[in-house]
T-cell receptor
Framework: DTGVSQDPRHKITKRGQNVTFRCDPI?????LYWYRQTLGQGPEFLTY????????KSRLLSDRFSAERPKGSFSTLEIQRTEQGDSAMYLC????????????FGSGTRLTVV | AQSVTQLGSHVSVSEGALVLLRCNYS??????LFWYVQYPNQGLQLLLK??????LVKGINGFEAEFKKSETSFHLTKPSAHMSDAAEYFC????????????FGDGTTLTVKP
């Protein structure tokens, strides 16, 4: 198993454009999480899936953000009409259903909105 | 609701000296506690975790942490710092009633001086 993969590693986009990120979790992991991390801060929860069902979404997540996990495998996070405040590292993590195993993180996608 | 406070955003030690990174948590139910390490431009890697049982837990790279319920603390220690330990460290809390969602502290950057 190659761990959690995220693509792309870096994305520079102009304000107002749409972007989509992909995350491939560890295949045995039922749960998939998206977090956002800005400089000097810890990861901030955005949303999570158990298999293909999106079970929770942070109140911080505006309507411009949407995430999917079709067939319970890979996941995509889309940001529409990007704003400069969206610039951050977007982290994907996966875990087994039992939360006490902790997360396996991907390397993240760094988004810069210019 | 859960929260994590990491005391000291920057800690500097000499190579060979004791490392102590402080973490205090708040949780309304028995917590699961984690320490993660993050190297530049990478995702987070699990160092160690406390779920139940022995309150002194050992992790990778010679790190250990002790869960102290009375102090709501989970401080991370290493007897002798190595240059390769320089990184950012995050403490996280989750509970078994919250679907394994973790709340992270803002991190502590560890610098190791030769």
């Amino acid at each position: 198993d190659t761990g959690v993969s995220q693509d792309p590693r870096h994305k520079i986009t102009k304000r107002g454009q749409n972007v989509t990120f992909r995350c491939d979790p560890i295949s045995e992991h039922n749960r998939l999480y998206w977090y956002r991390q800005t400089l000097g801060q810890g990861p901030e929860f955005l949303t999570y899936f158990q298999n293909e069902a999106q079970l929770e979404k942070s109140r911080l997540l505006s309507d411009r953000f949407s995430a999917e996990r079709p067939k319970g495998s890979f996941s995509t996070l889309e940001i529409q009409r990007t704003e400069q405040g969206d610039s951050a590292m977007y982290l994907c993590a996966s875990s087994l259903v039992q939360g006490y195993y902790g997360y396996t993180f991907g390397s993240g996608t760094r988004l810069t909105v210019v | 609701a859960q929260s994590v406070t990491q005391l000291g955003s920057h800690v500097s030690v000499s190579e060979g000296a004791l490392v102590l990174l402080r973490c205090n948590y708040s949780s309304s139910v028995p917590p699961y506690l984690f320490w993660y390490v993050q190297y530049p431009n990478q995702g987070l890697q699990l160092l160690l975790k406390y779920t139940t049982g022995a309150t002194l837990v050992k992790g990778i790279n010679g790190f250990e942490a002790e869960f102290k319920k009375s102090e709501t603390s989970f401080h991370l220690t290493k007897p002798s710092a190595h240059m390769s330990d320089a990184a950012e460290y995050f403490c996280a809390v989750s509970d078994h009633t919250n679907a394994g969602k973790s709340t992270f502290g803002d991190g502590t950057t560890l610098t190791v001086k030769p």
